[in-house]
T-cell receptor, first 110, second 114 residues
C-alpha cells in the first residue's frame, strides 16, 4: 500500500527556531493529514489539507501541499520544548484507510 | 471531546496465552481501527471495522482477530501470543463511513510477550 515517508527521520533544534518536516507519497490522494505523538502516547490530529488546497494554517502550524511533486511540509514556527514529539503524515488511499508514515522525531532543546 | 480508551496501558503476557485488548470510544463513531507501532516501522494497520459485527483485514492481520459486538467497543484478540507480537498497540476511531476521516487515538497499550 502507498505510504507517506517523512523526512528527516529525526530533527533537533533550539527553542524559538522553526522546524520543518516533509512528507512524500506515491499515488494521488484526496487529502493529507498530520498527527503528533508524544512519547508513549496515542496520536493526536493536527491538521488536514485537501488535495485542492495548497496551504493551510493552524496557530503556529503551517502545512503546504504540492500534488505535482506528491509532497507536503509541516512548519512549526517559534518552537517550544512542548513541541518535542514525533510527527506523522497520513495519506488516504481512496477506498482504503489512512496510511501513516514512519514519522519525524522532533526534539526542541530549551 | 472524543474519548478513546484502552483497557490497559501496560500488559505482560506469556507465550501461548490468549490476549484481549479492549478499546472503547464514546462518540458514536462508525469506524474503529487497530494498529501496532514498532520502532522504525511506523504504524501498521491490523484490522478495522466500519460497523457492528463487521471487520476488514488491514496490512498485518496474521496472528490476530477482532470482535465488534457493540458500536462503541472494538476488541483485538491475540489467539496465542508470541514474542514477535511484543509491541505498542493503538486503537483509533473516526466519525463516518468515509475512509479518510480524522482519526482519534487511544493512549496505547504496550504489550510485552515473554
Amino acid at each position: 500500500s502507498q505510504q507517506g515517508e517523512e523526512d528527516p527521520q529525526a530533527l533537533s533544534i533550539q527553542e524559538g527556531e522553526n522546524a520543518t518536516m516533509n512528507c512524500s507519497y506515491k499515488t494521488s490522494i484526496n487529502n493529507l493529514q498530520w498527527y503528533r505523538q508524544n512519547s508513549g502516547r496515542g496520536l493526536v490530529h493536527l491538521i488536514l489539507i485537501r488535495s485542492n488546497e495548497r496551504e493551510k494554517h493552524s496557530g503556529r502550524l503551517r502545512v503546504t501541499l504540492d500534488t505535482s511533486k506528491k509532497s507536503s511540509s509541516l512548519l512549526i514556527t517559534a518552537s517550544r520544548a512542548a513541541d518535542t514529539a514525533s510527527y506523522f503524515c497520513a495519506t488516504d488511499g481512496g477506498n482504503t484507510p489512512l496510511v501513516f508514515g514512519k514519522g519525524t522525531r522532533l526534539s526542541v532543546i530549551a | 471531546d472524543v474519548k478513546v480508551t484502552q483497557s490497559s496501558r501496560y500488559l505482560v503476557k506469556r507465550t501461548g496465552e490468549k490476549v484481549f485488548l479492549e478499546c472503547v470510544q464514546d462518540m458514536d463513531h462508525e469506524n474503529m481501527f487497530w494498529y501496532r507501532q514498532d520502532p522504525g516501522l511506523g504504524l501498521r494497520l491490523i484490522y478495522f471495522s466500519y460497523d457492528v459485527k463487521m471487520k476488514e483485514k488491514g496490512d498485518i492481520p496474521e496472528g490476530y482477530s477482532v470482535s465488534r459486538e457493540k458500536k462503541e467497543r472494538f476488541s483485538l484478540i491475540l489467539e496465542s501470543a508470541s514474542t514477535n507480537q511484543t509491541s505498542m498497540y493503538l486503537c483509533a476511531s473516526s466519525p463516518t463511513l468515509g475512509h479518510t476521516d480524522t482519526q482519534y487515538f487511544g493512549p496505547g497499550t504496550r504489550l510485552t510477550v515473554l
